[in-house]
């Protein structure tokens, strides 16, 4: 409670900015050169290193970064458990190595803190760093998505978050038992949700370069959404909380196990091919709202009016 309250009365408290690196050569020289463009200056950058093998620390080396590197992988939340173990900072602010963060993106986490009394904020994307059809309907499923996300939530992504350090060692940070990124964001937040105000800012995204290919968006999808599941499973209560997932979803995830079911079924009886054809109709119905947002590219120039000082 002491360290909360002189973060709140600290003019410029101490922020540790912490950045899980696996393989992440191709993005990580424009997330670091957007960090170190911040207005911001008490900060430090660590630099977590989860066993990259892609030659990333030519990167990494040439900023003046903490750098730590893991022998062995172990997955972003122990990555960023390790950052926060060796951090001076009493805020910790969390950033992916795929994300460009704004000039002014740590002044407003730090702002947000010290102004709502919160232990933690959190936004999501402000624009995509690639013009790929599939980049952009991925950062326009995103906007969709989380459009409607209140002011006071009880979840956040760990790709733009800010937390107070000892909030985040009170509910012992990240699950490590997740090799690849998933859902660790979303039990860390949610665990500090519990007993914490958390606050969703609108308007402080980051940028992100999304997958450039269909099959590596899928694959992705795929990746996340089975820690997902195993977390719903594990904590159902999830399903009627404030988090930064939309309620629809689960049905958009539930109807295709339905069709899979109804196919299944139909060898024994064939009306349960009706079964299965309903899920197919039904599914992009559940969408429909998103289909129309998507058919009228609604934020794909949203970065243009969004205020966001970017130039580095």
Same mark, same amino acid.
């Given at each position: 409670?002491?360290?909360?309250?002189?973060?709140?009365?600290?003019?410029?408290?101490?922020?540790?900015?912490?950045?899980?690196?696996?393989?992440?050569?191709?993005?990580?020289?424009?997330?670091?050169?957007?960090?170190?463009?911040?207005?911001?200056?008490?900060?430090?950058?660590?630099?977590?290193?989860?066993?990259?093998? #892609?030659?990333?620390?030519?990167?990494?080396?040439?900023?003046?970064?903490?750098?730590?590197?893991?022998?062995?992988?172990?997955?972003?939340?122990?990555?960023?458990?390790?950052?926060?173990?060796?951090?001076?900072?009493?805020?910790?602010?969390?950033?992916?190595? #795929?994300?460009?963060?704004?000039?002014?993106?740590?002044?407003?986490?730090?702002?947000?803190?010290?102004?709502? %009394?919160?232990?933690?904020?959190?936004?999501?994307? %402000?624009?995509?760093?690639?013009?790929?059809?599939?980049?952009?309907?991925?950062?326009?499923?995103?906007?969709?998505?989380?459009?409607?996300?209140?002011?006071?939530?009880?979840?956040? #992504?760990?790709?733009?978050?800010?937390?107070?350090?000892?909030?985040?060692?009170?509910?012992?940070?990240?699950?490590?038992?997740?090799?690849?990124?998933?859902?660790? #964001?979303?039990?860390?937040?949610?665990?500090?949700?519990?007993?914490?105000?958390?606050?969703?800012?609108?308007?402080?995204?980051?940028?992100?370069?999304?997958?450039?290919?269909?099959?590596?968006?899928?694959?992705?999808?795929?990746?996340?959404?089975?820690?997902?599941?195993?977390?719903?499973?594990?904590?159902?209560?999830?399903?009627?909380?404030?988090?930064?997932?939309?309620?629809?979803?689960?049905?958009?995830?539930?109807?295709?196990?339905?069709?899979?079911?109804?196919?299944?079924? %139909?060898?024994?009886?064939?009306?349960?091919?009706?079964?299965?054809?309903?899920?197919?109709?039904?599914?992009?119905?559940?969408?429909?709202?998103?289909?129309?947002?998507?058919?009228?590219?609604?934020?794909?120039?949203?970065?243009?009016?969004?205020?966001?000082?970017?130039?580095?």
């Amino acid at each position: 409670m002491t360290e909360q309250i002189n973060v709140l009365t600290e003019v410029h408290p101490k922020v540790s900015v912490i950045i899980p690196v696996y393989n992440a050569k191709a993005t990580l020289q424009r997330c670091l050169d957007s960090i170190f463009s911040s207005f911001y200056r008490n900060f430090e950058v660590i630099v977590v290193d989860d066993c990259s093998n #892609d030659g990333c620390e030519e990167v990494y080396r040439k900023f003046l970064c903490k750098i730590i590197r893991i022998n062995k992988r172990s997955g972003p939340g122990k990555a960023r458990n390790i950052g926060a173990i060796h951090s001076k900072g009493s805020i910790l602010l969390f950033i992916d190595a #795929d994300c460009i963060a704004g000039k002014d993106w740590i002044e407003k986490m730090v702002n947000r803190l010290c102004e709502n %009394s919160v232990v933690a904020v959190g936004s999501g994307y %402000s624009f995509s760093a690639g013009n790929s059809k599939i980049e952009k309907f991925a950062f326009l499923e995103l906007k969709y998505r989380t459009r409607k996300i209140p002011q006071f939530i009880e979840s956040l #992504d760990s790709c733009n978050l800010a937390c107070r350090k000892d909030a985040f060692l009170s509910v012992g940070g990240f699950p490590v038992h997740l090799r690849y990124a998933g859902s660790e #964001d979303f039990e860390f937040s949610y665990n500090l949700s519990r007993k914490n105000k958390l606050l969703w800012d609108k308007d402080n995204g980051v940028g992100h370069c999304f997958r450039v290919s269909v099959m590596e968006y899928l694959r992705q999808q795929y990746n996340c959404a089975k820690p997902l599941v195993n977390l719903y499973l594990r904590k159902p209560s999830l399903i009627v909380s404030k988090t930064h997932h939309k309620k629809n979803g689960y049905l958009s995830i539930l109807f295709p196990l339905l069709l899979i079911i109804g196919l299944l079924f %139909s060898l024994f009886e064939t009306k349960w091919l009706l079964f299965s054809l309903a899920s197919i109709f039904i599914t992009p119905l559940n969408e429909l709202g998103f289909l129309i947002f998507l058919a009228k590219k609604e934020g794909v120039n949203c970065v243009k009016n969004s205020g966001l000082n970017l130039s580095i």
